[in-house]
């Protein structure tokens, strides 16, 4: 009995040791062949590290590498709620305290941070990131939370993208979110060239996760972004920033938009819009929109230099050809009025037409000469109704209407920027054309690409022509009108002393979305280049519905002090000489002379010199030197002109006799003796409200009364910028697929 239990006992403990053993072979075969996949990556997650290896941006740079956007160290603010373990005592006890120190760095309430801290704590987190003011601060803030010394709150490194000069050249660079995502502008439309490609690498360790000797597996180096180097010259940008930020404070308007172009390569040197952003507080943004490329309008009479090149190109156009201005009859329904409420100015030559910037003559060249069909190919040849392919997100292609849908009373007014809608890039492009000799050039804005690296040039963009548009004859022909029109016409107030500048003014009414033109609502334009024929810089100002006090002076006011201040500073910055003989002499007159140096000198010893030189000298002040004097020394003028020569001592000054003098010469002077003026009419002064030779009062406004030499019966009329045909009793329609408003902020 014993032996027999002996041996029940030894075979049933004999056979659990064998159950043991199979199921235990079984648990073997089942790791190691089933499972077997799981339990090596939880055997390589202790000896091996895989890392990600994030690439910097590349840069972005003007085309001298001045830095405009760029890639450096943040933080973002961390606060842990628990400890790790049992010997941790940094981490956050007091959520009030804390949020009450940190608040005031972070830009955030306090009420919100400690609520933000004591949420997550009651969710059962072990840290929560404070943002959003929290997330990827600077180093200067970062510096600020590490010297509260605050218990658990912990600085993450991580990287941000970081525009130095704030809102400049905003709508052209673009930006990116804190999460890293190119948003809009240059930014995002090469996103891909500057984000880089991501590395990675694999070491295996010890079971303390100590790097083991020769452990590296694996290695993928990461490749950081390519740097981009725009056409855009940091001076000159600021010169239009500048400019804008001054004309914005002066005056409220819809939007404003400059473009600076070098007319013989087609690059960008500088393009802006008000209203504008700041790309490093990108979360409030709401004017994002870069008028310069996506806003279509009508341009209205800048829009005739068109016109005028297809006509002389065509043989069609002689400059003493003679016209009667006024009204313009030849189409059938209403008919086409000069901008002066169809007055005209009689019997004028067709120079004396653009100068006014008569619609009638264009009329008569677009409508009537060339014709709808040979118009519209040159509409096509010059650009307009097709993208430039400039390089920057978002630009419209502004369509041309069919052809075949043109009425005659449309041809007659796209001829004079009517009816027709552009954007300001394709002007830009257009004109420069005119302003290089004839050829169409594709605007650019990527100068070039390079490795940031190595510094290997990646990517290089030239100088594109697209197509020869109108001869070089006709191109210099058409520049020698547009200084003409500076000089003696309506574009005068954007002359510059010592260069010649060519261009036209514009003024187009906004069209409503009713397809009706809006009375009273204007957008107002200027393009020009200098100097005329070696042009350096071609510069393109629109200004969207301002509020000016006197709508009879249009957007001069608004426009000119822009185009003016950024034309003469980006030449004086690339050291382009002055002319000092391009004051403009009239046809048949004698030779001019040229101005002495005077100052320093004594006033006998002044007047002296300038009678020797066939000139007549007014000295203003009792002063023993001379320390100003106009014209300048050196500058062009016509014999027994008078040089105003002021001294040392200036207690008064007596006020010139103007008479016989253009708007122009008296700027200049008014300008140079600090009087202000009140201009009435146009052509040479016939009298003046203070009497020559009487004390000027600086509170006093001077009134010049002007006539043209041609009419001296003409009534005296305020002058406008030039314009546009203002519908009264009907009003044009304008040429569109659909009723839009077709103002610049479109």
Known sequence: ??????????????GIFTFL???????LFYIQTVNADLWVQSAQAQWERNDTLHPKRGTIYDRNGEVLAFTSKAYTVIAKLKPWDKSDTHYVTNALETAQKLAPILGMPVERVARLIEDSREAGRT???????????????AKLVLELNLPGIILYPESKRYYPNDAFASHVIGYTDLDGQAIMGIEKLFNEQLQGQEGSYKVLKDRKGFKLPDGMESFKPVQNGNNIYLTIDYQIQNYVEDALNKISQQYKSKGISVIVADPKTGEILAMANRPQFNPNQYQNITNWTNFAITSTYEPGSTFKIVTLAAAIEEGLYRNDETYLSGTYR???????RDHNAGRGWGTISFQRGVQESSNVLFAILGYERLGKDKFYDYLEKFGFGQR???GLPGESAAVLKDKSRLYPRDVASMTFGQGVVVTSIQQVAAVSAIANGGELLKPYIIKEIRDSHTGQVLQKHDKEVVRRVVSEKTAQEVRDILETVVTDGTGKYYYLDGYHVAGKTGTAQVVGQDGNYRANRYIYSFIGFAPKDDPKFLVYVVVDQPEIPDANFGGRDVASPIFRHVMQNSLQYMKVSPDLNSTPVTVGKAKSLTVPHLIGQTPAAAKDLLKENSLKGKVLGTGSKIVKQYPAGRAGIMPESTVYLITDVLEEIPVPDFTGMTLREVLELCNFLGIKIDPKGRGYVVNQSILPETLYSPEATLILYLKPNSRTEEEIEPEPDEAVEEGTEETPQPVQEE????SFLN
């Open 739 to 742: 009723p839009a408003e077709s």
């Open 1 to 14: 009995m014993t032996e027999r239990r002996i041996k029940l006992r030894t075979m049933f403990l004999g």
């Open 127 to 141: 840290q929560v990131e404070l943002r959003p003011g929290g997330w990827k601060i600077d180093e200067d803030r």
């Open 21 to 27: 053993f199979f199921l235990l072979m079984f648990r």
């Open 330 to 336: 030849k189409i059938p329904g209403p008919p086409i």
């Open 388 to 390: 430039t392919g400039i």
